[in-house]
């Protein structure tokens, strides 16, 4: 969290011989790398400020797959998919929540970022052999390393190539605006802690969300205000201060991507596949509480909820076979976090919990119909069995900017701002106003697809 505030400042110019960029964008991750490629397309100067070392932000602590639909790929694989069904499926996953005008947009504006990002020389492939809660086509566009950092990586060298420019250790302190309302520059900190200025004549703030900030968190999302934080620390909810000062438009703002497979106390992701190809999750009493098929993101409520605020991700020989294939999970099970039991009184004794409960937990977790939440099964888990312990995490809040389907930042009454854009973390996203709409994927879509259409709406502004 940051330890400085988020601050206004009003004044008819920048300080004298302050440097100028058309279009100078807030953070460097994948959505403001994304916008500055469309900028460098349309022949645009501009400048990322970023407040790491190196860029990385949310991303790069994701498995960085980007949903997309009618993409060039995916068509070349023969998948049957449209903007229509992946927006339907957006909808659905938020109950109706989410803003239709924007899930029009970034499920449009993805599938050009993806198209035009393989012309840059990015390599992506599409996940084969599940899906993830919520979407009924294989659209999950992921690099092979199959990791967000090697994204951020691709990324940050595809827009270097195209000619944009970065400066790392620059934290974005203030948003200059006239009396007009129009952005007209920003001062930021840079790593000696002194006081820089760049003047713009658009501006994007595409930083990230609020999750590292405690005090948004407990009055924002109470029931995460004492959750594992495993996101980036850049999310300090400065969008949302700036937002706050402007009275602009704020939505959405009980939205946010929790994750119930956090590993503890190693502190990694582990995949959901896992979860949807038949592993069940079970808590220190030995029984199930959910139907986990219905996604990663509401599971960390369920388990922050059980004792200990803790689960067990229980699973068989197949199901790790699977695991391996995710880096992320090789990397904890590296650190120590699998364990193995030949049978379920070995597991019951791992749990810590009694043999004959467990037992007829795994025996309803079966094919014959289906259980208590009405999830279905495919077959029974089957010893040696693998578990894996977890508790529930904050990963990334959903929330933010209200913006319309150009990425202009709104004010209170509905009309935008001149030259202020958001996309990403500092905006509202797709999963609508609470933890269950957060659909697979729904961060990066909103990252890449409103990185895409944002650095589209500044070079239009710009050229007019």
Known sequence: MTDHPARIVRAAQMPEETPRFPAVIVGAGACGLTA????????????????????????????????????????????????????????????????????????????????????????????????????????????????????????????TAAGADTLTDSVVRELWLNESDRVIGVGYAALDGAMAYVACDVLLLACNGFGGNPSLVGELLPEMKNATF??????????????RALQARL??????????????????????????????????????????????????????????????????????????????YVDAEKAGALRTAPDVASLAKLIGCEADVLQATLDAAAPEGSDAWGRHFKRPLKAPYHAVKVTGALFHTQGGLDIDSQCQVLRQDGRPFSNLLAAGGAARGVSGNEVSGYMSGNGLLSAVGGGWVAGATAAGILKN
């Open 251 to 328: 939505a959405d703002l009980g939205g946010y991507q929790g994750h119930g497979s956090w590993v503890t106390p190693q502190g990694a992701l582990m995949t959901w596949a896992v979860m949807m190809e038949g592993g069940v999750q079970i808590n220190a009493e030995g029984r199930r509480f959910h139907d986990e098929t219905h996604g990663y993101s509401e599971a960390a409520v369920h388990v922050l909820e059980q004792p200990g605020g803790v689960a067990w991700n229980v699973f068989d020989d197949p199901l790790l076979s699977l695991a391996r294939t995710f880096p992320d």
């Open 230 to 243: 495993g996101g980036h620390v850049g999310n300090d909810g400065s969008a949302i201060a700036w937002g």
């Open 36 to 159: 500055a490629i469309r900028l460098r397309e349309a022949g645009i100067e501009c400048l990322l400020l970023e407040r790491d070392s190196v860029p990385s932000g949310s991303t790069a602590l994701s498995s960085g797959f980007i949903p997309a639909a009618e993409t060039r790929l995916q068509r070349s694989l023969g998948i049957e998919d449209s903007h229509t069904q992946f927006a339907e499926d957006v909808m659905a996953k938020a109950h109706g929540q989410a803003a239709p005008h924007l899930v029009k947009t970034y499920t449009e504006g993805v599938t050009q970022a993806i198209d035009a990002l393989e012309k840059h020389g990015i390599v992506f492939e599409i996940l084969d052999g599940f899906l993830y809660p919520g979407h009924r086509a294989r659209r999950m566009h992921a690099l092979a390393e199959r990791t967000g950092a090697a994204l951020m990586a691709a990324l940050e060298r595809t827009a």
